[in-house]
Nanobody
Framework: QVKLVESGGGSVQSGGSLTLSCELHEYTRSRWCMAWFRQGPGKERESVAAIDSNDNRSYKESVKGRFTISLDNAKKTLYLHMNTLNSEDTGMYYC????????????????????????WGQGTLVNVSA
């Protein structure tokens, strides 16, 4: 059974950096799309960064140039490197992986996979203070 486990959240001052990790357990697909979502206080959940098995990457406009999504296949870990954080980045961050039959592609400039991923982690909290 697929299991995703996030870590790396914490408190950081505005302008700081954090790297989130998502361990992928029993996720052995050859074609896939994975994404990082976040939900801020009083806000809807939004996808901020996505990557597919062709190494295409997509970012939500508000995080472009500050966040980087990457996958270490050997470690079976998905990362979200976050720089120049601001208070708008505060929220619970979730990694999510696609379990569908495709298409396994990101949507350009949206931070989203074409298909909404079905497997989710429990989340890790990021708090950015002024």
């Amino acid at each position: 059974q697929v299991k995703l486990v996030e870590s790396g959240g914490g408190s950081v001052q505005s302008g700081g950096s954090l790297t989130l990790s998502c361990e992928l357990h029993e996720y052995t697909r050859s074609r896939w799309c994975m994404a990082w979502f976040r939900q801020g206080p009083g806000k809807e959940r939004e996808s901020v960064a996505a990557i597919d098995s062709n190494d295409n990457r997509s970012y939500k406009e508000s995080v472009k140039g500050r966040f980087t999504i990457s996958l270490d296949n050997a470690k079976k870990t998905l990362y979200l490197h976050m720089n120049t954080l601001n208070s708008e980045d505060t929220g619970m961050y979730y990694c999510a992986a696609d379990l569908s039959y495709g298409p396994w592609v990101v949507i350009r400039d949206t931070g989203r996979c074409y298909v909404v991923p079905e497997a989710w982690g429990q989340g890790t909290l990021v708090n950015v203070s002024a």
